[in-house]
């Protein structure tokens, strides 16, 4: 569960800061000068009213309330539930439900005229100890199995769903093991998650989901291959998402070759997760507003090359989250406050990489 890591004002520096800051070296985040509180917002474009396609954000319950949630009902026309659609949540040890968390944010986001994305059904990072009693019993195991899928869909109709998140080693490409491979098989597994998904949603777009595609050529490649291999098995895939969890450093134009590999088996895209991770531990010579600017040129780079598909090949173009504060990379044991991934700052205030994203949509 991500716990919110609130990093005590003023940490991290605003638009008009963060141009203060071009003056400065510093490049440790926690040295940027504090951001001048004015109201800013009237001047900020709505990226939800300015993109041809959805841009969507993760949120959780613990934001809806909040100015976070203010923020991205503004910006975002989609959202996807950070945790709390995931089998974690939804599925108690005794094999009972707990929908409550996962039903706010389906009604929050329709109550702001959003389009819902669900995330995930099946993960090989979460099992749940209600499958894992039925290991030995393949039968009822089955059948569990495809309840679990086609009731997480009939509860939260969506626009699409990521019925298998992260199928692929980083290593060698190979598949990852998981109790559901065991039980099923390593590719009869998928295969009937997303039979199960068409027949719980003939209208969802149903998606097979992963990372590191911009960065693992050869993790590209298996993801590629392994999508051809479940059409001719009989999945009905009808959507690939590409997490896009990047850094500052990743190498211009590594964005662009993955979303023109994918772009290949002409099936729709979501940039599903996207953040840029300053990487605040690493060593680095370059100043803070270098590195801002670095940040904003990866986020471009992904947006223009999502812009260029053909318009039926852009699903969504997500990030993963609102505010710097709020990121996953900053909950305790990962950057713990440090980083600053994401297009608002830690008091909401837009900064580069919002401004290249809203300017390269035409506002
Ligand atoms: C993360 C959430 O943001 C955190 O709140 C949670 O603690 C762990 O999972 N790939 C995924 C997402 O598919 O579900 C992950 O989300 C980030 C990596």
Known sequence: MRRRTLLAAPLLAGTGALAACDERSAADPLEAPTAAPAARSAAVPALRALAPFPVGTEVLTSDLDSAVGELAA??????TAGFEMKMEVVLRPDGSRNFG??????????ANRQRLHGHCLVWYAQDAAAFRALEGRPREFTA????????????WPAAGWDVVNEPIDDAEGALRPSLWASVLGPEAYMVRAFQQ?????PRALLILNEYGLETKPAKRLAFLKLVERLLKLGAPITGLGTQCHIDVDLPAGAGAAMMADLARLDLPIHVSELDVSLKPRALTLRSRAATMERQAARYAELLDAFAKLPARQRYAFTVWGVRDDSSWLNSPGEYAGRDAPLLFDAQGAPKDAFWALARRLGG
């Open 74 to 79: 503004r910006q975002f026309s989609q959202v």
């Open 101 to 110: 968390p996962g039903d706010r944010i389906a009604a929050w986001a329709r």
């Open 144 to 155: 569990a199995y495809d309840r679990y899928i086609v009731e997480l869909m009939r509860r």
């Open 197 to 201: 998904a068409r027949a719980a949603d």
